[in-house]
């Protein structure tokens, strides 16, 4: 008898000393609705629209702390806006012109939840112009049928240097007898960078004249296009030329 009693308090005791336990546990919550990766035009306003979801169990959202917008500056995250969340979890933020970088909504975790995070990263579109392309001085090449010359084309981004320094251009040249149906012709064999520089001047790109092999068919228009391969700071994009018409020449 006396063993019972001991193991009844015994039980007893364990389920007062765990009570507590159970009471200080945290619910979960997720940040929903915000992108991984945002990509605007330099100088545009981010808007965004996000949702907290937690447990249903917990106190109404108008009693949660505010959720946090914040930015990696350095080793540290720097809070940039702070956003009271509606009743259903609901929240909404701006940010004015951003720079490129990672960013992320942070709820701080609260007497009901533990903290949270959202991580996302925002680039500036590259904004890609290439002008019309013209000659580049160089001698003609006589190659797999083809008579080769050169182009060059200057390509610009709207997007400042500091933010170039990684990734590429993929540069491609196109072909035509009439000047609306255009053939690919050429693939540069390696990227081509901004070179510290958010211009650049790409050449040589080789085009071909005349293909004697086949009734000496005669190309007179030229196109070329450019490829950003994108980066940390920028999404990528792609811009073709104007036509290059040789005629007037």
């Keep these: 008898m006396k063993k019972r ?12 000393l765990a009570l507590p336990v159970a009471a200080l546990a945290l619910g979960t919550v997720s940040v929903t609705g915000i992108a991984s990766t945002h990509t605007l035009s330099k100088g545009a306003a981010l808007a965004e629209t996000g949702k907290l979801v937690g447990d249903p169990s917990a106190s109404n959202w108008d009693r949660h702390v505010k959720v946090r917008v914040q930015r990696l500056v350095g080793d540290e995250w720097v809070t940039l806006k702070s956003v009271v969340p509606s ?3 609901t929240f909404k933020f701006s940010l004015a012109a951003p720079v490129p970088g990672s960013y992320r909504v942070r709820f701080p975790g609260c007497e009901h939840y533990a903290a949270k995070n959202r991580n996302f990263k925002l680039k500036w579109d590259p904004a ?21 010359f050169n ?60 293909d004697p ?5 005669v190309y007179r228009y030229f196109r070329v296009r450019a490829t950003w391969s994108g980066n940390g700071y ?7 030329s104007p036509t290059f018409d040789m005629r007037p020449l």
């Excluded at 890609?128 to 080769?148: C, D, H, N, Q």
């Excluded at 092999?213 to 068919?217: I, S």
């Excluded at 920028?234 to 073709?240: I, N």
């Design 5 to 16: 009693v001991s193991l009844v308090f015994a039980l007893a005791l364990l389920l007062c």
């Design 87 to 89: 009743p259903n979890g």
């Design 128 to 148: 890609l112009s290439i002008s019309t392309p013209s000659f580049y001085p160089g001698t003609m090449l006589f190659a797999r049928g083809f008579y080769w």
């Design 151 to 210: 182009l060059q084309a200057h390509i610009e981004s709207t997007v400042p240097a500091k933010y170039l320094k990684t990734g590429s251009l993929a540069l491609r040249s196109y072909a035509s007898t009439d000047g609306v149906t255009f053939t690919q012709v050429y693939t540069s064999p390696n990227g081509t960078t901004f070179r510290g520089s958010n211009e650049i001047t790409a050449a040589p790109i080789p085009v071909p004249e005349t």
């Design 213 to 217: 092999a086949d009734g000496m068919t």
């Design 234 to 240: 920028t999404g990528s994009d792609t811009v073709l």
